[in-house]
Structure formats: C-alpha cells, structure tokens
C-alpha cells in the first residue's frame, strides 16, 4: 500500500493536517479550489492599514502552536497582544462596561445587579440536566438570566455570531457542558478542571495569551503553504470521491476534468462543499451536512484620526448583549491589540454584523452598512465624524452553528469515517470553530493517518 493522502482544502485546518503528514514522510497533496491558502485566515494590506478577513487574533490554548511556528521558522514573528487588551467591555444601558476579571472586580461591578451576583451562589446546589440543552437553557438554570443576559450572550455574539438559545451546550461548548457532566457543577469543575489542563499542557481560553503576527494572521497560513510547495496545487475544484480500491477523486484543474487515486482523503472544506463531494458516498451524511447553519456576517473595518475618538482605548474592544438592542455584534479596537494595524496617528476598529441575531441586516448595502456601524459607534465609544478609511468584508456563511441535535451529525460523521477506511474529515463543523480547535483537529487527523500505514506496512 503506498503512502498517498489528498487533502480537500487548504484551510488551516488541512493545512496543519498536510504540515504533520509532510513532516512524517507521508506523500501529501493538498488540492484548493482559490488560488490563494488559508481559507478565510486571510490578511489585507491598504493605504497602511492591515486588516483581517477572518480571525483578528488567537488563543494560545495548545502547545502545538509553538511545536508548529518553530519548525516553519515564524516563532520571531508572533506577536502578543497587550496587556491592556485583557479588559474587555460589555454594553449595559448603553454604557460601556469592563468585565470583571478578579473576584474584588466582580463584587464592585455594576454589569450585574445585587441579585444576579448572589444568584450566583445557588450554583453548587443545581443538579444535572435531564436533557441536552441550549446554552440559554443551560446558563440560565445554573446562573440566572441576568448572567446570561449581560455575559454569555454577548460572549456567544463574539465567538459564533450565534444565537443562545440555538446553539447546543454539549456541541458548541463540550467543556464547558463537561464541567456539569464530570464534576456536577461549574464552580467544582473550573478547580478541578484546572489541574487536569495543567496536567494536558492546555490553557483555559480565559487564561491563554492573545496572539498574531507583525504581518498579520495569514503568515501562518502562507508559511505551511511555503513548507508544501508543489505538493498544495491551487485551482483545483474536488468534484466528488467515490471507492475504488482506495478512492477515486474526481476534480477540474483549470478546466479540465480528470480522476486521481488515492488511499487516504482528508475533506477540510465547509460543510457545504463537503457535502457535494461525498454525495456519492454517503448521500445521508451528505443531506445532514446541508443542515447545518452558516450564518452570514459583516466585518467593518473603520479607520479613524485619534482625535476623533474621545474616550479612553483600553481594551480588546466591546461586546453588545441582545437585549441592549443595537445594530453590532460588537468592536475590536484592532489598533490597540497589535502594532502596525494603522497609520501613524490613526486608530483601527473592526465591526462585526449579523450572524444569527440579525442575518437581515447583511442584506443592505455596503454604504447602508457602513453609515450604521459609524452611528453605533459614534453613540456607544463618542467616534466624532465619519471614517477616514473602511473596508467592508462580506461572509456569506460565517461560522458554522453548533445547534441543538448537532450531536447527531457529528455521530454521522463519525459512522461515516468508520464504514470508509482511510477518510476522513477535517474542518471547523467538527471539533471547534476556534483556531486552536482546527490546529488540534489538523493534528490528530494527521496521528490517525500515520497510524494506519504504520498499521498496514506490518501487516504487508
């Protein structure tokens, strides 16, 4: 049996999956539809102002991410946000305000009322779910609405764009759920929890410092691209895989139509691609992953003199709760985080709108868009005038929605992976949306492979 994988997508996802099969010896080829690597993980360079496309920053939550910059040669160019950027803001009455993050913090805040604080205090006593939940359901049983209100659900507007009381506890936020499930509690499980992260090596999200690089999110990306060279082939469309001895992969390069045969196929693409092209093989699993929601989302980049900001820039940025009723998601004060993200003088803030709370407004213009993120702006952080730049990033499908039943798809495809040897799938609908979720996912996909023709040279 030959040492063949093909990678469908050059996401960071199958890009970290063809950096550890690479550096295995294993002959990789990554095919990519764009011509360009690193999915949405893309950075824009205009006028001075660096603006990304996708992920504005990650976490530092597994150690791999060291593992992986030193062997491409990029560790000196990781850059840590500042420290300032560890206060983050919440609107409440349209007022900014910092979340706690000490103990002293929380008993002196106003985000929560006196009630919601001691509601918290019930927590140890809830017993466990009789069902699976959403993340609305499952906070506000254990917390209280308030905390759900004025901290969940605009933390779930951040990492989703999602929709509390749409998304699954046990799909969207397994640790968290496994707090309830393992220990029978939250506060039990964060002490508990912590020893055994330790024990991993792993951070909590929380605690994990805040990274990117002087060139932005995508030298990583173009780094492993760079490692591939040939063996990641732009321009090339997957249009179906089907069994042969091994698989048979059916894909237009540059127009032209043809069949490649492999022995392992990696499928890191949305879930809607991916569904196309394992129709023929499992047209079940191929109807499921249909199902799952992308919603759409807005990202406003504005850039401003800094005279025309009059409060104080001393955060990540600000989170806006449903219930406070605005037009944004929420704000990341870019400049602030990273050098080099605008002009000498000037300020970066990046917007987002949409998501699940509100898909509709992604159907107006990019000057109606535009206009409303500057007015929220100009009412919640005292922004004076308009934008001396912006760029308008549209996504059509953004993030996919870990909702209620999600359990199920994953199941499917897991059974999937199990009746078709040597397949397997890579990709932020399975295993996290986060950057370090796809790096781990990329990595054990990668151990999976490795395994198996070690497996199979024995017994050859």
């Known amino acids: 049996m030959s040492r063949n994988v093909v990678i469908i997508g050059a996401g960071i996802s199958g890009l970290t999956a063809a950096y550890w099969l690479h550096k295995a010896g294993t002959d990789v080829t990554v095919l990519e539809k764009n011509n360009t690597a690193g999915g949405t993980m893309r950075t824009l360079r205009e006028e001075g102002w660096l603006i990304e496309t996708g992920p504005n920053s990650a976490l530092e939550t597994t150690p791999l991410f060291n593992e992986m910059f030193e062997g491409l040669g990029i560790l000196s160019e990781r850059l840590y946000a500042e420290e300032r950027a560890n206060t983050r803001y919440i609107l409440r009455d349209g007022k900014l305000q910092a979340l706690p993050m000490s103990p002293g913090a929380f008993l002196g805040t106003s985000l929560w009322s006196v009630r919601g604080k001691l509601r918290l205090l019930k927590e140890p006593f809830i017993g466990r779910a009789e069902k699976e939940e959403t993340i609305a359901e499952f906070v506000e049983r ?22 509390p009381e749409q998304l699954s506890v046990r799909a969207a936020f397994p640790k968290l759920y496994a707090l309830e499930e393992k220990y029978g509690g939250l506060i039990k499980g964060m002490i508990k929890g912590a020893k055994e992260r330790k024990q991993r090596a792993e951070k909590a999200k929380d605690r994990a410092r805040m990274f990117s690089f002087l060139k932005g999110m995508e030298t990583f990306p173009l780094a492993i691209a760079t490692r591939l060279g040939d063996r990641l082939r732009f321009g090339c469309e997957v249009l179906s895989v089907s069994r042969d001895d091994g698989f048979k992969i059916t894909l237009r390069d540059n127009g032209r139509e043809y069949t490649i045969s492999t022995d392992a196929v990696v499928v890191a693409t949305p879930a809607s691609v991916a569904s196309k092209v394992i129709s023929q093989l499992a047209g079940h699993l191929s109807s499921s992953l249909d199902t799952i929601y992308y919603p759409p989302v807005a990202e406003v980049f504005l850039g401003f003199r800094h005279e025309q900001i009059n ?26 985080l990273f050098p080099g993200r605008a002009p000498e003088g000037h300020v970066a803030l990046t917007t987002f709108v949409g998501g ?13 868009i535009v206009k409303m993120v500057t007015t929220e702006l100009q009412l919640l952080m005292n922004v004076v005038g308009n934008p001396v730049f912006s760029k308008l990033i549209r996504w059509p499908k953004a993030i996919p929605q870990y909702n209620l039943g999600y359990g199920k798809i994953v199941e499917e495809l897991e059974r999937c992976e199990h009746n078709n040897p040597g397949l397997y799938f890579c990709s932020n609908f399975k295993g996290g949306i986060a950057v370090g979720d796809c790096v781990m996912s990329g990595k054990k996909v990668a151990e999976k492979i490795i395994s198996m023709q070690s497996a199979n040279a024995v017994a050859a």
């Open 142 to 163: 254990r917390l209280g609405r308030e905390f759900l209100d004025y901290a969940i659900n605009p933390f779930v507007a951040g990492v989703y764009a999602g929709n």
């Open 311 to 336: 409060r104080s820039l001393d955060g990540f940025g600000f989170l806006v709760p449903a219930k406070e009723q605005r037009s944004i998601l929420g704000t990341i004060w870019s400049s602030v």
């Open 356 to 368: 699940s709370r509100q898909p509709e407004l992604c159907d107006r213009t990019d000057t109606e």
